[in-house]
């Protein structure tokens, strides 16, 4: 009873998600019924041409070859027309799936969404988007024409000859029983696979992501046995797979040779007492391909229709994390500042609270330096901070001398963050200032980057126009720092927090940077989370962030 109900949920959200699908289903199947008609034309027509060429019908050979000419020319156009629908409209379907499921994952709850590894979220944008493309452009569609085929084809041969008609259907039922013990089998297997499949993404995406921390450790081994170890699994699992469904399709071929023997046997003892035409067992056993051919199709398209159900509960799984606030974004005009009242939070997982009866204030246009031991919980404040987060108990306002607002993520317009490490993109030096604002002019960017102590793009052979690899390769990390703070004055919001912004700088450099900034010349609220002295003494104000402090700073 749960497996069924299970399976409801996934129809319901194959439904739901196939609305960018349903026009290229729709016409794979009206394309697919046509060569289904014509196929059992075809077969009438080359009974009636042989019949006539035995002389037992009569009619112009010429107008029967002209009708299968003109029959055959239709399925290769209605063929033709199959391929180009997939080839065109697959591509557009899956993008526009693609893009809503991310969509979706980007409107997230970040504290849910982080349970999930990133090459497993990759892995299922990629293949399960894709397998439930194919599901519902092409197998559902082709499903729906074979049965038009299988039912077309028998009801003709009943027409023909009611005997053995309804000797081939014995074997349908058996196919059915067969075919409910592959589909259970076939999902607990597919699921093995698919999540063996991600486990391995993970692993090459982080691995790749921090391959100079892996030869730094020399880990090259390590990590290259750790993925051979889920490699040697995901083998075993494909070989029990592989072995299942080669068993399952030999026992139903069986069943349809069986039945094709019977037909042409049939079909010869007829003809030898003169009961049939040499044209009416063409037709038979043309018939019995029609219909054994499409159960055979049937049993092939299983394995993907379970496929797909597996990934569609794999993307189900996303849609099920909670999605954060969503409306119109809440800016603060002018400079805002941000007051923690008696915030308390802690995460379900640690069982600690990390911050109890916290209160705070950031005023507009001040400076302030967080510090702390490492643990107390400077991150924590960021991500309450941006919204990542919210308070068990207590609030936290943006606020300024005429408005104040409650912070949730549609108040995180007001923030500029720029995060620990390096979070340059690949492109241009323009394109990673452009993020923080797209319409930045040529003069705001120059400003930013001057205020920033990153004066020195103006003098690379391509200025802003330089292009920068992965993670901004082709600058020192230093150098990195510089045009993500200069990218963080250029967004509009007004209160700017800055995680470790100098960690890379050499101390002249820091000094001068810490006195532009602070000097009024950005127009922000200042925020620095820091383990550097230096940054005290450029600050309004310093918070420490610890016991003590949790209680009631």
């Not at 620095?528 to 009631?552: D, S, W």
């Amino acid at each position: 009873m749960k497996n069924r109900q299970t399976i409801k949920i996934l129809i319901k959200w194959l439904w739901h998600n196939s609305k960018g699908a349903r026009k290229q289903a729709m016409l794979n199947t009206a394309v697919g019924l046509i060569d289904v008609v014509c196929q059992l034309l075809w077969v009438l027509a080359c009974k009636h041409a042989i019949d006539i060429a035995t002389d037992n019908a009569s009619g112009s050979p010429v107008t029967t070859g002209i009708a299968i000419a003109s029959l055959m020319l239709i399925e290769i156009l209605a063929r033709g027309v199959n391929r180009w629908i997939n080839s065109i409209l697959g591509v557009k379907a899956s993008n526009r799936m693609r893009l809503g499921i991310f969509s979706r994952l980007l409107r997230s709850e970040w504290l849910y969404l982080q349970k999930h590894h990133t090459g497993d979220l990759i892995n299922r944008l990629e293949g399960d988007v894709s397998s439930i493309t194919l599901l519902i452009t092409e197998t559902i569609p082709a499903v729906i024409v074979v049965m038009a085929q299988l039912l077309g084809a028998f009801l003709l041969l009943f027409f023909m000859n009611r005997m053995l008609a309804v000797t081939i259907l014995f074997i349908l039922p058996v196919c059915l029983i067969v075919s409910r013990i592959y589909v259970k089998r076939m999902r607990n297997y597919n699921r093995q696979v698919r999540d063996s499949d991600s486990r391995i993404q993970s692993v090459l995406q982080e691995s790749l992501q921090h391959k100079a921390l892996i030869k730094a450790l020399e880990q090259n081994r390590s990590t290259e046995e750790q993925l051979t170890r889920l490699q040697d699994n995901l083998h075993q699992q494909v070989r029990s797979r592989t072995k299942f469904s080669i068993g399952a399709f030999t026992f139903i071929q069986l069943g349809f040779a069986t039945g094709y023997l019977t037909a042409f046997l049939w079909g010869v003892s007829g003809l030898a007492a003169g009961t049939i035409t040499f044209g009416t067992l063409s037709a038979f056993l043309q018939l019995v391909g029609l219909i054994q051919r499409p159960t055979m199709d049937l049993s092939r398209y299983v394995p993907g229709m379970v496929s797909a159900l597996t990934s569609a509960e794999r993307l189900n799984e996303l849609e099920e994390i909670p999605e954060e606030q969503q409306g119109e974004a809440e800016m603060v005009d002018g400079i805002a500042g941000v007051r923690f009242n008696n915030v308390e939070f802690s995460y379900e997982e640690a069982g600690r609270t990390i911050l109890k009866n916290f209160s705070f204030d950031f005023p507009p246009n001040s400076s302030t330096a967080i510090i702390g031991e490492t643990g107390a919980g400077k991150t924590t404040l960021i991500r309450l901070l941006v919204a990542l987060v919210h308070p068990k108990s207590g609030n936290i306002e943006i606020y300024n001398d005429r408005e104040s607002v409650v912070s949730s993520p549609l108040t995180r317009c007001n923030f500029v963050y720029i995060p620990q490490g390096n979070s340059l993109v690949s492109g241009t030096i323009r394109d990673n200032l452009l993020m923080g604002n797209p319409e930045a002019t040529e003069e705001m960017m120059r400003k930013a980057l001057h205020i920033a102590c990153a004066d020195y793009v103006f003098e690379l052979p391509q200025g802003m126009d330089t292009e920068l690899s992965e993670q901004g390769g082709g600058l020192s990390e230093g150098q990195a720092q510089r045009i993500a703070v200069a990218r963080s004055i250029l967004r509009p919001g007004s209160i700017m927090i800055l995680d470790e912004v100098t960690s890379a700088l050499d101390e002249e450099t820091e000094k001068e940077m810490l006195r532009r900034l602070t000097s009024n010349n950005t127009g922000k609220t200042l925020i620095f989370v820091t383990h550097r002295p230096a940054i005290m003494q450029y600050c309004n104000q310093v918070l420490k962030i610890g016991e003590k402090q949790n209680e009631g700073a």
